[in-house]
């Protein structure tokens, strides 16, 4: 990769994931992009922005070509509970936005990264150790699009080499960007509580487990994934990845070592709830590890050392 463009740059992984590459590879090749513009200082002073509208694909093409970029980071979504209450929007936005880095990326040879994600699979899916090859029937709209996204980019790069990439991410947990209205966003906003000195009205009930990742390793899965040599990849849309499972009381229980007077309730939120128990409780994700490496460095215990750390500065 040398000249990137992220699309989705204000959002929980684009803000961190820009930044990561701009460390990376410099400030002038990575061009931050995003609907909602200006965007924050950090991300428009650190390198080329544009607004950017995904369901236009002129306007994507505009700036590829402006740029001449080679990979294309198409984070553009609308998450999982946010969407069920607009089923319409959040298909037209994954998709449209899809299928237009799609056609971008095949008229000018550009490499595409568009995240996949847990919401992919459903009820009839194995629960625990997901494979990586399973049946994939969801039962909300945020997980239909997902996997007609992964077999559309599996379609591009069999049809016109276009040269497609995912990760099937889990809930992804960030010190930095508050999450939008996702399934797993509890396993942020339970570290805000504590830090803060709140209650935590959990909307799972205990025994709801779910995978989960550290931002930073989501940011390494993403851009080592795109720097794997083509060659060593059987599987390409998409590659199940994950670090970590565990239900609230875990997640509480680890957060009471550095804050043993930190209260969690529950109040279950029914679709949320709904939406969870369709996903799997953990993921297999050896084919990852095996076709390009994956190797997440965080655990609960250092996550929680270090999104605590990180929250204090924050807040306090």
């Known amino acids: 990769m040398k000249n990137i463009l992220v699309i989705g740059a204000s959002g929980q992984i684009g803000s961190e994931l820009v930044l990561?590459?701009?460390?990376?590879?410099?400030?002038?090749?990575v061009v931050a992009a995003d609907l909602r513009f200006p965007l924050d200082?950090?991300?428009?002073?650190?390198?080329?922005?544009?607004?950017?509208?995904?369901?236009?694909?002129?306007?994507?093409?505009?700036?590829?070509?402006?740029?001449?970029?080679?990979?294309?980071?198409?984070?553009?979504?609308?998450l999982s509970a946010t969407a069920e209450a607009n089923p319409m929007l959040g298909w037209n936005i994954g998709?449209?936005?899809l299928i237009n880095c799609l056609e971008?990326?095949?008229?000018?040879?550009?490499?595409?990264?568009?995240p996949s994600s847990i919401g992919a699979f459903g009820p009839g899916t194995p629960a625990d150790n997901t494979p990586q090859d399973t049946i994939q029937r969801p039962k909300t709209i945020y997980g239909v699009s997902k996997v007609a996204g992964e077999l559309l980019s599996d379609y591009y790069f069999k049809r016109f080499g276009v040269d497609t990439r995912s990760v099937r991410y889990p809930g992804l947990i960030s010190n930095k960007t508050l999450p939008g209205g996702g399934t797993t966003d509890y396993a942020v906003e339970i570290y805000y509580a504590a830090v803060k000195g709140e209650k935590f009205v959990c909307p799972l009930q205990k025994g709801t487990f779910m995978d989960m990742m550290y931002m930073p390793d989501a940011i390494d899965a993403a851009i080592d994934l795109m720097e794997t040599d083509p060659a060593r990849l059987i599987h390409r849309n998409s590659f199940n990845v994950t670090a970590m499972s565990f239900d609230p009381e875990i997640i509480c229980n680890e957060i009471k070592k550095h804050y043993p007077n930190f209260v969690m309730?529950?109040?279950?939120?029914?679709?949320?709830?709904?939406?969870a128990d369709s996903w799997p409780n953990s993921m297999d994700d050896s084919c990852a590890r095996k076709e390009w490496g994956w190797n997440p460095k965080y655990d609960l215990g250092l996550m929680t050392e270090d999104m605590i750390k990180e929250l204090k500065k924050k807040l306090l």
Do not use: C, W
């Open 41 to 78: 200082a950090e991300l428009a002073q650190g390198g080329p922005s544009y607004k950017i509208d995904a369901t236009q694909a002129q306007e994507i093409a505009d700036v590829v070509k402006k740029h001449n970029i080679d990979a294309i980071y198409n984070l553009v979504a609308i």
């Open 104 to 114: 971008v990326a095949r008229e000018y040879k550009a490499a595409l990264f568009t």
């Open 95 to 97: 998709m449209g936005s």
């Open 20 to 29: 990561a590459l701009r460390r990376k590879l410099g400030g002038s090749q």
């Open 265 to 275: 309730e529950y109040e279950v939120n029914p679709l949320k709830q709904s939406i």
